[in-house]
């Protein structure tokens, strides 16, 4: 394969996990390194004084690319604890394994074996280097490579297949796996007297066994309201700040809380108990009522009652 399709390739290889630039740029780095046994490739001609050497001692796709090297690499920077080494011989492997499609193969086992491993034995199947379909290989590599990080940035796998089929039933999952996130519902709502509703926001307050709870700016709606015909999260990178009473308090702005069974909202002044938060996401404050002190959930820095 030419160095842009591993180079491609070795992105989309690392890009299957969320990590940073930096580790995605040292995978990158890596897929280039096991070519250092080529003379003529790029990083060959950028360091030939030790390319010639090496390629006139293991040869082209051999020990070079084989992965006991890599591996070996591998075990030698987990002993000493340096995490780069783990995304440059991410990229190495990559590199090797891409290989295997072509018609030459890669000695994988080397320098153990010299036995080249080909991905398919039907010739119309394998790729020759720097041939057209190398160069549609590194296209589509690259189409993935973006779609990958769409989906990440929509929230993983399930964000992408609530997007996509609006299912109601995986909005609730996408919710209940998004932990502590303050999300919100967008789609369309069918209300129990027949009426139809298209929603752009309802901030989701929580969750009544596997029902959602929704706040529409002027009630709590819940599933005895009616329902969604279809819907997507949205989620934010905001996290609920909470409080729990042990007692009975009263709350100093409009909140919600949950008594164990059901959502309620309460307007300033309103005594609650149980998990409160504020409409607003603020640090809940709250008059306590009783000699229990309340338990904090994600009480930023420096915040009091």
Known sequence: MTTLTHLAFSALFAGDVKVSLLQTGLTIFGSILPDLDHPQSFIGKILHPLSHPLNLRFGHRKAIHGLPLWLTILLIGKFFAWEPVHWIVIGAISHSLIDCYNISGVALLAPFSDRAFVLFDNENWQIPSGSRQDYFCCIAFIVLFGGVQYIYDLG???????????????????????????????????????RTESIEQWL??????????????????????GKFLRSSLVRTDAEWISVKLNGVGTVNQDSFFYDGKKWYYAQTGT?????????SNAMPEIEINSSVMPTLYNQPAGATL
């Open 156 to 194: 993983g796998a399930r964000a992408a297949l609530n997007v996509a089929m609006q299912s109601p039933k995986i909005t609730v999952e996408h919710y209940l796996s998004a932990g502590n996130q303050r999300c919100y519902i967008t789609g369309k709502f069918r209300w129990a007297d027949g």
């Open 271 to 279: 005594k609650v108990l149980g998990v409160i938060k504020s409409v």
């Open 204 to 225: 989701i307050v929580g969750s009544e066994g596997q029902n959602l709870v929704f706040w529409n700016e002027r009630q709590l709606v819940r599933v005895m309201h």
